[in-house]
């Protein structure tokens, strides 16, 4: 979701109108209005002092309405996932992950992970989606990434597949993808 949707959601939330939201940010009258439908269309975008000020009034996180060079890597991915969350509505899942005893066994198992894996202190947190497309590509990014743990395809293998992605995609193995991105074997 871009920051104008976003901008829009919460306002909504918050029971405001665009030309209340306008004065509160200190537009005259006749003007709030036209500012707020500039950045909720996306003609305008917030500044970081605006982005405060908008975030201030709404009373949420500045990060929801601004995307510059202050904001960290996590921070960044964190809201995203999060605006993918209100995108997608009941279909995203959230959940802890439960370890299991095979240290050998480098199977991708549904909630489950083992040391061979995952080395952190607490147990890793998943997505999941209830929607089968997204699985499927999800799962065939798994298998990859689970080829290239195992050093059965090569990190430019692995690095081709992404970058033709749908076309490299096999259904774990189903069928010939349009685009061949594995080596050929000696």
């Known amino acids: 979701m871009q920051i104008n949707e976003r901008i829009k959601r919460i306002r909504e939330y918050r029971n405001m109108t665009q030309k209340e939201l306008g004065i509160a940010l200190g537009s005259t009258e006749k003007s709030a209005a036209v500012r707020i439908g500039q950045y909720e269309t996306g003609a305008r975008i917030p500044k970081l002092d605006s982005a405060k000020a908008l975030a201030e009034i709404l009373h949420c996180n500045y990060i929801n309405f601004y995307d510059g060079a202050e904001l960290s890597p996590p921070e960044r991915i964190m809201m995203n996932f999060f605006w993918l969350e209100e995108t ?74 992404k970058i033709n992605w749908p076309f490299t995609c096999d259904d774990g193995g189903r069928f010939e993808p349009t685009i061949n991105w594995r080596k050929a074997t000696q």
């Open 88 to 161: 997608v509505g009941d279909s995203l899942y959230v959940f802890q992950l439960q370890k299991y005893n095979g240290k050998d066994d480098k199977r991708i198992a549904h909630g489950m992970y083992n040391d061979c894996q995952y080395s952190g202190v607490f147990p890793p947190v998943a997505i999941a989606l209830n929607y089968n497309q997204i699985n499927d590509f999800m799962r065939e990014w798994a298998i990859r990434f689970q080829e290239l743990t195992e050093n059965t395809i090569t990190r430019e293998e692995y690095f081709e597949w």
